[in-house]
């Protein structure tokens, strides 16, 4: 089992839709976690740190349950510019970062 | 922004050739950091750097090597390329007191 699984995608979804992205962790140590969203041959840029409480950032928002050990981000009203590899990372210890695969998204017209 | 550059952004090079690679970063970070991104892969960490001249190995540390003698520059060699070692490759940095990365624009290598 991998450390850290998505969704396996790709989601492709219509204008204004709403979109859910899974992620599960089997380390019950981690301590930090995170989205990315990567577009095509572009480098990761940092979405959303997770927080145990849930946060919120306009129409997205990332949920935390550490019990369960999964991370959720849903992108509400999806925007054409939403079109990209989302990735859930994962932080255990120190500088031990580990990155899900990703789950690619498509917000058609 | 975060400040980060890496040189070359595009690399063709033969097997067996030596190849680095350079990140630079304008911010004094004190961590910084070599992934690699690879199809079927999630970002894979080569090695990592804490301050200058204090460097680890990470997941993916084989066939490469690292140097950091300034705070802002963190090189990547492949001593002798392969073509397994075709791949992007990112530099990273996080923050003080923070665990939110950043990374610089990569570097596409392809070992022929």
């Known amino acids: 089992r991998k450390e850290v699984e998505q969704d396996p995608g790709p989601f492709n979804v219509p204008e204004g839709a709403t979109v859910a992205f899974n992620c599960t962790y089997s380390n019950s140590a981690s301590q930090s976690f995170f989205w990315y969203r990567q577009d095509c041959r572009k480098e990761p840029k940092l979405l959303m740190s997770?927080?145990?409480s849930g946060n919120e950032d306009g129409r997205f928002t990332a949920q935390l349950n550490r019990a369960s050990q999964y991370i959720s981000l849903l992108i509400r009203d999806s925007k054409l510019s939403d079109s990209a590899t989302y990735l859930c990372v994962v932080n255990n210890y120190g500088q031990n970062f580990v990155f899900g695969p990703g789950t690619r998204l498509s917000v058609l017209p | 922004d975060a400040g980060i550059t890496q040189s070359p952004r595009h690399k063709v090079t033969e097997t067996g050739t030596p190849v680095t690679l350079r990140c630079h970063q304008t911010?004094?970070?004190?961590?910084m950091y070599w992934y690699r991104q690879d199809p079927g892969h999630g970002l894979r960490l080569i090695h990592y750097s804490y301050g200058v001249k204090d460097t680890d190995k990470g997941e993916v540390s084989d066939g490469y090597s690292v140097s950091r003698s300034k705070t802002e520059d963190f090189l990547l060699t492949l001593e002798s390329a392969t073509s397994s070692q075709t791949s992007v490759y990112f530099c990273a940095i996080t923050p003080q007191d923070s665990y939110e990365q950043y990374f610089g624009p990569g570097t596409r290598l392809t070992v022929t």
């Open positions: 911010e004094n970070h004190r961590y």
């Open positions: 997770v927080y145990s």
